[in-house]
C-alpha cells in the first residue's frame, strides 16, 4: 500500500483565513515570518521551554513570547493564581491592593523608581515617559538611537529596528512630518554623535534609549557609553528613559540600570513585570511622577489599568524574581547555549557573531563585531532565514527575524540547551 501524506496542515489552513480578516493574518507584524520566509505557525499551546503548533508538533521555544515568559509558558503557580484571582473579578476600574504590591515590588528592585504608573503595554509606557519628559522641560525634541524600538507611538517611530526593519519599511506613513521632525537619531554606542546634537539644539527634552538594545537584535553597550548618556543628558537638563521593556528584570532584577550601575530619571517596564499578561509601567523620582494626574497637569489614563489578572501574573513573576541565583543559573545556562551555537557555526564554516546580556541574545549571520544598527543591518538575513527553516526542522523555534533577541527561560535546562545545539549542528550542516 503506498502511503500518501494527506494531513491538512492546520497553521496554512487557519493563516489563509487570518490573511482575509487580518492585515497580514497577524496582530503585530514580527510574527508574519516575512523576515524569513513561509507560513507562521498557529500556537495552540505552550509550557515550559516549549510550545505546540496547530498541528501538535512541539518547540524548544527561544521567542518567549518575545521576552516576558521568563519563568517558562504556563508556570503552574502563575496558572493557578491566575484562575483564583479570575474568580474575584476580571477587572474593577477602581483600585486594588494587587497594583500596591507589585509597584513595592518594582520599587524594591529598582532604586530609581519611587514611584510608578502602570499600564497596558510597553508602547503606552514610553509613550507616556516621552509626555511627562515633555511637560516637565517645556521642550518638544526628544533624541533616539537608531535601531531602537520603542513601541509604535508616533514620535518614537523612527529608525525603529524591530519589525519595521525586518520588512525594511521607511518610517511609518502616517507619523506627520510636524511630528516626526522633533525625534533627533544618532548611531548606538556613539557617544560623540550624541554630543554633536546636543551642540546643535538646545530644546532637547529627552534622551530615549534601550540600555541594552534588544530590537536590532541584542546589541550591549560599549564599556562607558551609557555614562557618557548619563552626563551629557544631566549637563543638558535633558531626561534620561531608560526603555527597560525588555531589560527590565531580564538582564538583571534591577534591569540594566543595575547590571551597567546607571540612574536614569525615568525608566519604561513591560514584558517581564506582567508575567505574560498585557502589562506596561513606567517610573521614576517622586518629584517627578508627582507631575502625572490626577496630582500634576500631565495627563494620562487606562480604563484597564492595574488589571487585577495582570497584576497577579505580573507580582508572581518578580516574587519568584527575588531569588539571585535565579539570575546566575539564566547567565549560565545562556552563556552555554551561545558557545555551543558558535561553535556549531564554526564548525559548518559560517562566520557568525554572537552578541549575549545575561539570557538575551543574538546570532548575527555577520563577519564582524555588531555593535549599531549600520554593523547589525550587514548581516545576511537571507541565511538566516534558511538557518530558521532549518532550525524549525529540527525542533527549535527561533525568532522570525535576525533582527530579534532570542531569550533564555529558567525552564531551558542544560539538557534542553543540548538538544538546541545538537539540533543547530545538524542545521548548520543542512544549510551549508
Ligand atoms: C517590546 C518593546 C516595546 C513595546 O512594548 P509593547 O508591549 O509591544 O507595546 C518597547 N520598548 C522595548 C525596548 C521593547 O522591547
Given at each position: ?19 482575509e ?8 507584524p ?14 495552540k499551546?505552550?509550557?515550559?521551554a ?76 514610553t ?37 519595521v ?103 519604561c ?5 506582567g ?47 527575588r ?110
Amino acid at each position: 500500500m503506498t502511503s500518501i501524506d494527506v494531513s491538512p496542515d492546520r497553521s496554512q489552513e487557519l493563516f489563509a483565513r487570518a490573511l482575509e480578516l487580518i492585515p497580514g493574518g497577524v496582530n503585530s507584524p514580527v510574527r508574519a515570518f516575512r523576515g524569513v520566509g513561509g507560513t507562521p505557525l498557529f500556537i495552540k499551546s505552550a509550557s515550559g521551554a516549549t510550545i505546540t503548533d496547530a498541528d501538535e508538533r512541539t518547540y524548544i521555544d527561544y521567542v518567549g513570547s518575545w521576552g516576558p515568559m521568563i519563568l517558562g509558558h504556563a508556570d503552574e503557580e502563575i496558572v493557578n493564581a491566575l484562575a483564583e484571582a479570575a474568580a474575584n473579578g476580571t477587572s474593577f476600574g477602581a483600585p486594588n491592593e494587587l497594583e500596591v504590591q507589585l509597584a513595592e515590588e518594582i520599587v524594591a528592585a529598582i532604586p530609581s523608581i519611587e514611584m510608578v504608573r502602570m499600564v497596558n503595554s510597553g508602547t503606552e509606557a514610553t509613550m507616556s515617559a516621552i509626555r511627562l519628559a515633555r511637560g516637565l522641560t517645556a521642550r518638544d525634541k526628544i533624541v533616539k538611537f537608531e535601531g531602537c524600538y520603542h513601541g509604535h507611538a508616533d514620535s518614537l517611530l523612527v529608525k525603529a529596528g524591530s519589525g519595521v526593519a525586518t520588512l525594511g519599511l521607511p518610517d511609518s506613513p502616517g507619523v506627520p512630518a510636524s511630528l516626526a521632525q522633533h525625534t533627533l537619531t544618532v548611531p548606538f554606542n556613539n557617544a560623540g554623535a550624541l554630543a554633536d546634537v546636543f551642540k546643535q539644539h538646545q530644546d532637547i527634552a529627552a534622551v530615549i534609549i534601550e540600555p541594552v538594545v534588544g530590537n536590532m537584535g541584542c546589541v550591549p553597550p560599549q564599556p562607558g557609553f551609557l555614562n557618557s548618556v548619563r552626563q551629557m543628558t544631566s549637563q543638558h537638563g535633558a531626561l534620561l528613559i531608560f526603555d527597560e521593556v525588555m531589560t527590565g528584570f531580564r538582564v538583571a532584577r534591577g534591569g540594566a540600570q543595575q547590571r551597567y550601575d546607571i540612574r536614569p530619571d525615568i525608566t519604561c517596564l513591560g514584558k517581564i513585570i506582567g508575567g505574560g499578561l498585557p502589562v506596561g509601567a513606567y517610573g521614576g523620582s517622586r518629584e517627578l511622577m508627582r507631575n502625572i494626574a490626577p496630582t500634576g497637569p500631565i495627563y494620562q489614563a487606562g480604563t484597564l489599568s492595574g488589571n487585577p489578572l495582570a497584576m497577579t501574573a505580573g507580582l508572581l513573576t518578580l516574587r519568584r524574581l527575588r531569588d539571585e541565583t535565579i539570575y546566575q543559573t539564566l547567565e549560565d545556562n545562556s552563556a552555554r547555549l551561545c558557545e555551543g551555537l558558535s561553535s556549531a557555526a564554526a564548525a559548518a564554516g559560517f562566520r557568525t557573531v554572537t552578541n549575549r546580556v545575561g539570557s538575551m541574545w543574538t546570532s548575527f549571520f555577520n563577519g564582524e563585531p555588531v555593535k549599531d544598527w549600520a554593523g547589525a543591518n550587514k548581516s545576511d538575513r537571507a541565511l538566516y532565514g534558511r538557518f530558521f527553516h532549518a532550525m524549525l526542522d529540527e525542533g527549535v523555534y527561533l525568532a522570525p527575524s535576525q533582527f530579534e533577541a532570542g531569550f533564555v527561560s529558567i525552564t531551558h535546562t542544560n539538557d534542553i540547551i543540548d538538544q538546541t545545539i545538537d539540533a543547530a549542528r545538524k542545521a548548520f550542516q543542512h544549510v551549508s
